[in-house]
C-alpha cells in the first residue's frame, strides 16, 4: 500500500500550519476591522473608538458579539441553500489564497524540517489567480439567492467590476512572469531575496497596474461600488444579517489581507528583510524574522488601503469601465511589451 | 468687470495636460493632505471624562431660592406661572401655621409647585418676573428620564438645599461642579 507509506507527520504538520494561519488571519482580520475605524478617525482629526477596553481595543470583540447576537433572517423568497452557500462561499474563496502564500523560510522543529508554506505548487500564481475569480461566486450567488432586484443588480455590478479588472490583473501578472521565469511563489520570493533587487524595481508599472486591480478586486474605495451605500441601499448583502452579513464583510477585509500578502511577496521580496543577513543568526530566528517582516509588510500594505479610502473618492461607474477596459488592460500589455522588449534585448 | 474681493481665482478651463490625466500626482496630492492629519490636534472634548464648561448666561433647571436664614423665599403670587409662556409652572398656595416661621419667609407659601421640564422653554421669563427673587436658573440641565412623569419636577426637586445646614448640596445644585 503505499497509499499508506506516505509520511504522516507532513500531514499533521500541514494541518497545524493551516490552523494556524487561518486563525492568525482572522484574528488580524478581527483587528483591521478596528484599525480601519481608528485609521479613518486618525486621518479625519478624530479620536476613533475607544470606549471598549483601554483604547478601544476590544471594539471588534464587541463588534463580532453583536453580530452573532443579532436575529439571523432569511427571507422567504430567498433560495435557502444558496443564501447560506453565499457568505460561507465568499469567505472561503478569500482565506483559500492563504495555502501558496510562502510565510517563511523554513523552521528545524523536533528533528524536522517545516516549510513555513502550506502548499509549495509549481502554479502558485495561477492558482492565486484561480481563487481570486472565486470570489466573485461568492457575491453572485448572495446577490442572486436574496431574491432582491437590488441586490442582484449590486452582484452583476460587483461580478463585471471582478472581471474586467481581472485581465488586466492577469496581464500584470504575465509580465511578472515573464521577468521572474516561474509561477512558483516560494521560488519568487526566495529569488528576491537572493538577488539585489525586489520585483518592484523591475516591474514598477507591473506592481501599479496589480495594485489597483487588487483595489478593485477586494472591492475597497475607490471602486466600492458593488457596495455603494448610499447609492444602492447596501449592496449585494442587502438582505443579510447577523454572521452572514459579518462573514461578507468579514471576507473584504480577508481578501485585503490576502492581496496585501500577495503584493508582498511578488512585488516587495515577501519574508526577505532588506539590509539583513540571514546567515547571520540562527536559521529558526531567521525564519521568524522572516514571519514578522512579511506581517510588518501586510500591515503597511492594509495602511495604504485605508488611507487610500479615506482619501479619494468613489468612482462613477463608467469611469470604473473606462478605466478598466480603456486603461488598464492597454497599460499591462504595454508593460508586457516592453518587459518582453528587455527581455530580449539582455539575452 | 471690477471685482469686489480678491478672493475670487478665475476658473481654468484649458483642457487637462497629460501628466494632468494621469491622476496619480494629484492622487498621491491628497493623499498628503490626509497623511498631515494625522499629526492635527483633535478638536474633540472627550465627554464623559471631560465637559464643556456652560456659558455663564446658560439657563437651565430651575431652583426654588431660599433666603439666608434658610426660608423659602416663595410666596406662590402666581407671578412666575403668568409669565410662563409655556404654561409650564403649576402652584397652590397655603398659610403659614404657627410655628412654622422657620420654614417659610412670608405668611403665605407654595404648598406644590411644579415645573413640567417637557414644557419649559428655558426662556428666563419666570426668572424676571418673580418680585421675591425666589426661581433662579441654574447653570444645569434636565437629565435624561424613562417617564413623562419623571419630567415634572415638583417643590422636593426644585428646591434649593438649605445654605446652613447643606452647603455642599448647594454647590451642586447650582451647578457649579456638575
Known sequence: ?347 | MQALTNKSIAVNRSPMTFWERLYLINIIKGMMITFSHMFKKQPTVRYPEQKREFSPVFRGLHVLNRDEAGRENCTACGLCAVACPAEAITMEAAERQEGEEHLYKEEKYAAKYEINMLRCIFCGLCEEACPKDAIYLSETFAPANYTRKGFIYDKNDLLIPNTLTNATELAKAKGVEA
Open chain 1, 1 to 347: 500500500m503505499t497509499l499508506l507509506a506516505l509520511d504522516w507527520a507532513i500531514i499533521i504538520e500541514k494541518l497545524i500550519l493551516i490552523v494556524i494561519i487561518v486563525l492568525t488571519t482572522l484574528l488580524i482580520t478581527l483587528y483591521t476591522t478596528f484599525g480601519e475605524r481608528k485609521v479613518a478617525a486618525i486621518l479625519q482629526d478624530r479620536p476613533g473608538p475607544n470606549r471598549a477596553g483601554p483604547f478601544g481595543l476590544l471594539q471588534p470583540l464587541a463588534d463580532g458579539l453583536k453580530l452573532i447576537m443579532k436575529e439571523e433572517i432569511i427571507p422567504t423568497s430567498a433560495s435557502k441553500w444558496l443564501f447560506i452557500l453565499g457568505p460561507g462561499l465568499a469567505m472561503t474563496a478569500s482565506l483559500m489564497t492563504s495555502a501558496v502564500i510562502p510565510w517563511g523560510t523554513e523552521i528545524h522543529l523536533f528533528g524536522r524540517t517545516i516549510e513555513l508554506q502550506v502548499a509549495d505548487i509549481n502554479i502558485g500564481l495561477l492558482y492565486v489567480f484561480a481563487v481570486v475569480s472565486m470570489g466573485v461566486y461568492g457575491i453572485m450567488i448572495g446577490g442572486w439567492a436574496s431574491n432582491n432586484k437590488f441586490s442582484l443588480m449590486s452582484a452583476l455590478r460587483a461580478a463585471s467590476q471582478a472581471i474586467s479588472y481581472e485581465i488586466a490583473m492577469g496581464l500584470a501578472l504575465i509580465a511578472l512572469l515573464m521577468s521572474t521565469g516561474t509561477l512558483s511563489l516560494k521560488t519568487i520570493v526566495a529569488d528576491q531575496a537572493a538577488g539585489d533587487w525586489w520585483n518592484v524595481v523591475y516591474q514598477p508599472l507591473g506592481f501599479l497596474i496589480f495594485f489597483i486591480c487588487a483595489m478593485a478586486e477586494c472591492n475597497r474605495t475607490p471602486f466600492d461600488l458593488p457596495e455603494a451605500e448610499n447609492e444602492l441601499n447596501f449592496g449585494y448583502h442587502q438582505e443579510y444579517s447577523s454572521m452572514k452579513l459579518g462573514f461578507y464583510l468579514f471576507a473584504e477585509y480577508v481578501n485585503m489581507i490576502m492581496s496585501s500578502a500577495i503584493m508582498a511577496s511578488m512585488y516587495f521580496g515577501g519574508y526577505d528583510l532588506p539590509f539583513f543577513d540571514e546567515t547571520t543568526v540562527a536559521p529558526n530566528i531567521a525564519a521568524i524574522i522572516g514571519v514578522g517582516t512579511l506581517l510588518i509588510k501586510i500591515v503597511l500594505f492594509v495602511f495604504l488601503f485605508m488611507w487610500i479610502r479615506w482619501t479619494i473618492p468613489r468612482f462613477r461607474y463608467d469611469q470604473l469601465m473606462n478605466l478598466g477596459w480603456k486603461k488598464m488592460i492597454p497599460l499591462a500589455l504595454f508593460n508586457m511589451l516592453i518587459t518582453g522588449a528587455i527581455i530580449l534585448s539582455k539575452s
